[in-house]
């Protein structure tokens, strides 16, 4: 392995929609309105108060910056000479300069990408880089579903010196983002587009010395054996997406598809990927034993984000004494508000979910927390 | 800073090995005199009567060194030490205060000193009744029945409550069924841990709007599987959770006993008493409250105290008295054989009851309120320095013994954490404070806790300290981020003593372990700093 070498991708104009209510800045007809509103790029100094730690920290950084305003300029101001990988875009940036960065980036062989955007952003890089290189996402955005993000930019700073300084883990992180059209027209509609890997640093997260990083581990296992333990013969589990949940299918010896809805029943997957309509038809079929579910990191819904195929018909089919929640300990302490969120789209439920609710968070350890709608 | 309360500090440094890896040269301080032969005669040959399991066929590697070289090695790695003694300190959680040193006059006395818990109690009566009279002293304090000194740490007397409430049910029949503790996410960890080590499930309340556990939030937690309620209060965070008669009889009315963590007993004494709150048990730590010393986490007592339905659960043996004579009861009792052998750390006991019997009872409230107002003095005064923040800005109710502060607006200005501040605050002659117990839901934490003992020109001087460290965290940040300069050590990278290859609590582990510390960067072994 060579020396550290760090990448870096800023998108300008990730969050210009938010100061002036426009929910998002995913189109160019939607940013000139952001800009005709007035909005003013805030990504380029957000993710300048990373480099100004990196390049106070490790002066000769080897940096690879995408061109111009997407990280050459704020790398060049904080005294750091980047490798300019990528070329220019014309005009306004979009997806494919974000796209093409993370690719070039990972072709000369980063072993850390810092970006500073949105949820649109971070779908650009998992769909550019897969698991391939590990990132770290600068809360820049107007809309944050996503779990890839340290909780400032100074964290940022910490964490990628943390990561390029020793061999650190990353651990696979939800990628959500929400269709902007239907948030501006007052719905939300979340979908997981899949895991970006970021460097695991607990007290990064919040939760120092929880245990360290072997306790967190050993919590996942144990939420995996606890509710497999529970598992009754002939009735149907409803498996939400996310790691924890596959470490239950993994418990059980079965595969998980890591973004979809998975049905067990018996020890055996019935239905993989599963839509609402095929989990109502199961439904049917088989009494209900429980839906799985495990919250967003640092949103924390787990209810109505990326898994919508889990909708209010089934959760009344299966009941909510059958809605099992699951989360390490970790995770709920990385809960940006302390509080759990649903939204089902149903006003009735959401409200019967809300109020103060058991999380099972390992081995004979469940932690009750508050839901909000 | 070079005032006359920290001024100057700079620790000694030592390279000094481990004990048994100091070159002796054949040196040897004590050369027992030879068995007289008519003694021998009488004995024989110990070892070959000795059964071959318990035989070393190999002499234990005893360190052998001469008495002064054993006098410097401890008198080096004191020297690089700090605590109450030598300093200001304020730990968070950890009641830190003056022990008073006739105390350990008292304790060195031939009576105390050179007994034996196996000896004929008719040569102990000196030693019972102290420990029969500061039980009844304890029952005053905390409106309780009957205690037991047996467990020798705060978490021991932890685990005594959840071994009590395990007898309790199992006595009626309940023992399978009833298999779930309740605590809170700011009670000391051991309230969830130590259950869980008795076998029970354990379920904990997250915080609400206000920082402490909600009647709402327990109400989702109780069912009749319910066993038991285990809790600080005050919680880590200083703050009294006012609803806690209503947890007490959620917890009753479900079925469950409640058990109360007192080791943040400080500012409760003289003032509320948990037999009165409805606790069915709770535990105080002797080492904390009642200033039997605290530190090195040697000689630790906690007083467990139950009210009289729980008496015949209490650990063997308990001390008797009929009007004459004290005794010791190996009979009595159901449930719980032991937590610990004999009657537990009785010199924490004698310092705990000398301590008691000095103060007498407008003393020990005088403790308390005097712990408050240090703690709500320095409230004040921290709430005014720029890059802290108190959490839940909602709670604006004064504290009790200490505070969770938290840095978040310092770190999120200069990159300058909390675990920085804490390695700068001994270069100013100050013990280091504590972050935080686990899960760290406050970010940036740091928790200071006055306690009684210090002066108001003291306490200036660490919120001088914490000012001064918060300026050059703007101004001068590598000179926090480097800290200390002062001490004996650099700063540990804390994954050390994370990390299960390289933690050692033994100098056997040590040994077999030390070669993985050069894998993770460190300070420790290296030059012991130096004036900047």
């Avoid at chain 1, 100061?19 to 007035?38: F, H, P």
């Avoid at chain 2, 009642?290 to 105290?305: Q, T």
Wanted: aromatic share 6%.
């Amino acid at each position: 392995m060579g020396r550290p070498a760090l990448g870096l991708i800023v998108n300008p104009i990730a969050g210009m929609g938010g100061s002036v209510g426009l929910k998002g800045t995913d189109t160019a007809a939607i940013l000139s309105e952001a800009r005709a509103r007035g909005a003013v790029p805030q990504a380029g100094a957000r993710a300048a108060v990373v480099l100004e730690a990196l390049a106070a920290a490790r002066p000769g950084l080897e940096l690879f910056a995408a061109p111009g305003e997407m990280g050459e300029g704020i790398a060049r101001e904080a005294d750091l000479r980047p490798s300019v990988v990528g070329a220019p875009a014309e005009g306004e940036t979009s997806a494919v300069d974000t796209h093409a960065a993370a690719e070039a980036m990972a072709a000369a062989g980063a072993r850390l990408i810092v970006f500073a955007g949105g949820d649109g952003t971070a779908r650009d890089m998992a769909a550019a880089l897969g698991d391939r290189v590990p990132v770290i996402g600068v809360p820049a955005g107007v809309k944050m579903h996503s779990a890839v993000y340290a909780t400032s930019p100074r964290a940022a700073a910490d964490l990628a010196l943390r990561a390029l300084a020793q061999d650190i883990e990353a651990r696979p992180r939800e990628v959500m983002d929400i269709d902007e059209e239907a948030f501006r027209a007052g719905a939300i509609s979340a979908k997981l587009y899949g895991y970006l890997p970021v460097p695991y640093a607990p007290d990064l997260t919040q939760s120092v010395k929880a245990g360290g990083v072997s306790s967190d581990r050993a919590a996942l296992s144990g939420i995996a054996a606890e509710i497999a333990g529970r598992m009754e013969a002939g009735r149907l589990y409803i498996l939400g997406p996310g790691t924890t949940t596959r470490a239950i299918a993994e418990a059980l010896g079965l595969p998980k598809t890591l973004l979809g809805v998975d049905l067990v029943r018996d020890g055996a997957v019935i239905a993989a990927d599963a839509t609402e309509a095929a989990i109502l038809r199961a439904l049917d079929e088989s009494p209900p034993g429980a839906i799985v579910v495990t919250p967003i990191g640092g949103q924390g819904h787990f209810l109505g984000r990326g898994n919508q195929q889990i909708g209010a018909r089934v959760v009344r089919a299966v009941g909510l004494d059958r809605l099992l929640v699951a989360a390490t300990p970790e995770k709920l302490a990385s809960l940006r508000d302390s509080t759990l969120h649903v939204d089902t789209g149903d006003p009735d439920l959401d409200r019967a979910l809300s109020g103060w609710r058991r999380v099972i968070t390992g081995r004979g350890n469940e932690t009750v927390c508050r839901v909000a709608a | 800073m070079t005032d006359r309360i920290g001024g100057g500090f700079h620790a000694a440094h030592w390279d000094e090995p481990l004990i048994d890896e100091i070159p002796g040269d054949g040196g040897r301080g004590l050369l027992p005199p030879k068995v007289d032969d008519a003694i021998a005669d009488a004995v024989g040959d110990v070892p070959a009567a000795l059964p071959e399991g318990v035989r070393r066929a190999v002499p234990p590697a005893l360190p052998s060194l001469p008495q002064h070289r054993v006098l410097r090695h401890f008198l080096r790695l004191s020297q690089m030490a700090m605590g109450f003694d030598v300093t200001v300190d304020m730990m968070g959680t950890c009641t830190m205060k003056y022990s008073p040193k006739v105390h350990e006059y008292v304790a060195r006395l031939p009576g105390f000193a050179d007994v034996h818990p196996l000896q004929d109690p008719e040569t102990l009566q000196g030693t019972l009744e102290i420990l029969y009279r500061f039980n009844r002293v304890m029952c005053e304090i905390a409106g309780m029945d009957a205690f037991t000194f047996q467990p020798a740490s705060g978490a021991q007397g932890i685990y005594t409550n959840a071994c009590l409430i395990r007898a309790y049910h199992a006595a009626r029949g309940d023992g399978g069924k009833r298999d779930e503790i309740i605590t809170t996410a700011f009670s000391h960890p051991a309230d969830a841990a130590t259950p869980a080590v008795a076998g029970f499930k354990v379920i904990t309340l997250m915080p609400g709007e206000m920082g402490f556990a909600e009647v709402d939030a327990l109400k989702a937690a109780v069912s009749e599987r319910t066993a038991g309620l285990m809790l600080t209060n005050p919680e880590d965070t200083g703050q009294y959770n006012p609803h806690i008669r209503a947890f007490v009889d959620i917890v009753h009315e479900a079925g469950g006993l409640c058990a109360y963590d007192q080791a943040n007993g400080n500012p409760l004494l003289g003032v509320v008493r948990a037999g009165d709150t409805g606790f069915d048990m709770c535990q105080f730590n002797l080492h904390k409250t009642f200033s039997a010393p605290h530190g090195a986490l040697g000689l630790g007592c906690a007083a467990v105290g139950v009210k009289a339905h729980l008496e015949r659960f209490l650990p063997r043996p308990l001390v008797t008295y009929d009007g004459e004579r004290y005794g010791l009861d190996y009979e009595q009792g159901e449930g719980i054989e032991k937590i610990r052998a004999f009657i537990g750390n009785v010199h924490a006991v004698l310092k705990a009851y000398a301590w008691v019997r000095s103060l007498g009872a407008e003393g020990l409230r005088a403790v308390a309120e005097t712990a408050v107002l240090n703690n709500n003095y320095m409230l004040h005064h921290i709430r005014q320095i720029e890059g802290t923040t108190i959490p839940w800005p909602k709670n604006t109710y004064p504290k009790l013994e200490q505070v969770r502060y938290s840095w978040e607006p310092l770190y999120e200005e200069t990159g300058v954490a909390s675990h920085d501040v804490l390695n700068r605050m001994v270069d100013f002659g100050v013990q280091h404070y504590m972050e935080s117990h686990v899960p760290m839901l406050v970010p940036q934490p740091f928790t200071l806790e006055p306690g009684e003992s210090l002066t108001i020109a003291e306490m200036d001087h660490v919120l001088g300290a914490l000012r001064r460290i918060a300026e050059e965290a703007r101004n001068a940040p590598e000179q926090v981020t480097a800290a200390p300069h002062s001490a004996a050590i650099r700063p540990i990278d804390g994954d050390v003593p994370e990390d299960p290859d390289c933690w050692a609590f033994t100098s056997r582990a040590y040994r077999r372990k030390r070669g993985n510390w050069a894998n993770v960067k460190r300070g420790l072994g290296g030059h012991g700093g130096g004036y900047s």
